[in-house]
C-alpha cells in the first residue's frame, strides 16, 4: 500500500519530531494520521508505516492493537465507546452498553446496519464519579448516561448525519 502525498507530508512532520533511532516515538501520532484520512488503521496500513518509520511491522501493530482509539476495521460515521470498566458497571456502564446495543439492533463491537454507529465497551475513561460514561469519536466525553440521555444522544446523531 502507499500513502498519499497529503498524508506523507504529515507523517514527514510528525518523524522529524524524533531522532532516526527513536522513529517509532511517532508510532502514535502517525497511526492517527493514517486512521484520519483513511477511516481505519488496515494491516496494509501498519505494515506500510513500520516500512516508512524502519520499524518491525510487530511493533506497530502492538500498538494499533494495545489502544481502542484506533479501528483496525472501518467503523460507522458515529463511534460509540461505552466505558464498562468496574466503577462504571457499579454505575450501570454495563446497562448503558446494553441499552445502546438494544437500540441500535447491533452486538458490541457492531455496526448498525445504516452504517451511522459502531459500538464497543472500553476500560476506564477516568471520570468513575460520573459514570455511566462514553466516548463519542475518541473525541468528547459525556457524563450521567442514563437511557433518556442515551437516547437522545443517538436521536440527535441520527438527525446531524440526515
Given at each position: 500500500m502507499n500513502f498519499s502525498d497529503t498524508t506523507l507530508a504529515r507523517?514527514?512532520?510528525e518523524a522529524a519530531k524524533y531522532p532516526a533511532e527513536h522513529r517509532?516515538?511517532?508510532v502514535m501520532a502517525c497511526?492517527?494520521?493514517v486512521q484520519h484520512e483513511q477511516g481505519h488503521v488496515s494491516p496494509e496500513a501498519e505494515d506500510a508505516l513500520a516500512a516508512y518509520l524502519g520499524v518491525a511491522a510487530i511493533a506497530v501493530h502492538e500498538v494499533t492493537t494495545f489502544y481502542n482509539m484506533y479501528?483496525?476495521?472501518?467503523v460507522g460515521r458515529f463511534k460509540l465507546n461505552v466505558c464498562t470498566n468496574l466503577p462504571c458497571q457499579l454505575r450501570d456502564g454495563d446497562k448503558a452498553l446494553a441499552h445502546v446495543c438494544e437500540k441500535l439492533g447491533i452486538e458490541p463491537y457492531?455496526?448498525?446496519a445504516d452504517g451511522l454507529f459502531t459500538v464497543q465497551p472500553c476500560e476506564c475513561l477516568g471520570a468513575c464519579?460520573?459514570?455511566p460514561v462514553m466516548l463519542v469519536n475518541d473525541r468528547q466525553m459525556?457524563?450521567?448516561m442514563s437511557h433518556e440521555r442515551l437516547d437522545e444522544l443517538i436521536a440527535m446523531l441520527k438527525a446531524s448525519d440526515a
Amino acid at each position: 500500500m502507499n500513502f498519499s502525498d497529503t498524508t506523507l507530508a504529515r507523517l514527514d512532520k510528525e518523524a522529524a519530531k524524533y531522532p532516526a533511532e527513536h522513529r517509532l516515538s511517532a508510532v502514535m501520532a502517525c497511526l492517527a494520521i493514517v486512521q484520519h484520512e483513511q477511516g481505519h488503521v488496515s494491516p496494509e496500513a501498519e505494515d506500510a508505516l513500520a516500512a516508512y518509520l524502519g520499524v518491525a511491522a510487530i511493533a506497530v501493530h502492538e500498538v494499533t492493537t494495545f489502544y481502542n482509539m484506533y479501528n483496525a476495521r472501518p467503523v460507522g460515521r458515529f463511534k460509540l465507546n461505552v466505558c464498562t470498566n468496574l466503577p462504571c458497571q457499579l454505575r450501570d456502564g454495563d446497562k448503558a452498553l446494553a441499552h445502546v446495543c438494544e437500540k441500535l439492533g447491533i452486538e458490541p463491537y457492531g455496526t448498525s446496519a445504516d452504517g451511522l454507529f459502531t459500538v464497543q465497551p472500553c476500560e476506564c475513561l477516568g471520570a468513575c464519579a460520573d459514570a455511566p460514561v462514553m466516548l463519542v469519536n475518541d473525541r468528547q466525553m459525556l457524563s450521567f448516561m442514563s437511557h433518556e440521555r442515551l437516547d437522545e444522544l443517538i436521536a440527535m446523531l441520527k438527525a446531524s448525519d440526515a
